[in-house]
């Protein structure tokens, strides 16, 4: 019985013409090549080629063998292909889950250089809340979170990727612009829409305002910060939010100024502690974290 690397280099020497071309193709010997086909010849019975004047001639037996053992070889070639892929994490999918601010600003950002050079894969991308980040991770939805917040539970390791501070957002022509950094105390007697005082972002600001001992009043309160920014930059008022939602804003419509004190809000990139990452996984968080750089 023959073996399939004799089939491969039988098949090398049909398509190649000779059995130094067919050496070549195959990065082996001619002589390696030469004793693989008398080898064959004689498991096989039979002559695969004759020998006449420096040229071999295919026998007919050789054509049937070489047109039986075709699709074999295809799907041969479609498995080698197939390892390669998987082992350059080129094909496959991966599901991504993400707080809203770090969805919107870093996700894309990290899937644009991901997927540039993998085609093949598949990603799926879904936007929660954190408090049911570790319920996605622990459940297989997702096997990559990106969050705003460590997420500090057994079952997931979180590690910081990027650190910023949280800062006014207000429309162009607002009187607040003439100042370098906004306080408290400075929101006082303008429209402020403020972050769901449930939130996590929302409770750093309100406790911001309550260590300057500022009463914390607001006009308009809403869960999400690109919604905050939007209403803000419509009604004429400010809003304080995180650098990621306000690298998404259009710049143009719009003014950016440090608050004080700052309020140091970073991004996490969050994984199962008892799962091993795939290759696909671990490829996209060190793209995660070149796109960030």
Known sequence: MVNLRQLEVFRAVMDAGT?????????ISQPAVSNMIRQTEDQLGFKLFERSRGRLWRTAEAEALYQETEDMFIMFRSVQQK?????????????????????LALVPRALKR??????????????????????????????????MEPLDHPSVTATPVHMGNMACVMPADHPLT?????????LESHMFVA???HTPLGALVKSAFRMADVPYRW??????????????LEIGGVTIVDPYTISKMPQEA???????????????????AIRPLSRLATNFISDLEASIR
């Not at 059995?19 to 990065?27: F, M």
């Not at 003439?178 to 400075?186: F, G, K």
């Not at 006009?219 to 803000?232: D, G, K, L, M, P």
């Open 178 to 186: 003439e100042l370098s950094s906004i306080r408290p105390s400075d």
């Open 219 to 232: 006009q308009v309160e809403t869960r999400y910060c690109n919604v905050a920014c939007a209403i803000a």
């Open 195 to 197: 972050l769901g005082r």
């Open 254 to 272: 719009m003014t950016v100024r440090a608050f004080v004190p700052a309020i140091e809000v970073n991004a996490y990139v969050v994984h199962s």
């Open 83 to 103: 390892t390669e892929d998987l082992r350059d994490s080129k094909v496959g999918s991966i599901r991504i889950a993400a707080t809203p601010s770090v969805g």
């Open 19 to 27: 059995t130094g071309a067919a050496a070549e193709l195959l990065n």
């Open 114 to 147: 991901f997927l540039a050079s993998r085609p093949k894969v598949r990603a799926t991308v879904d936007i929660r809340g954190s408090d049911s980040l570790v319920k996605h991770i622990d459940s297989g939805l997702a096997e990559v979170a990106v969050s």
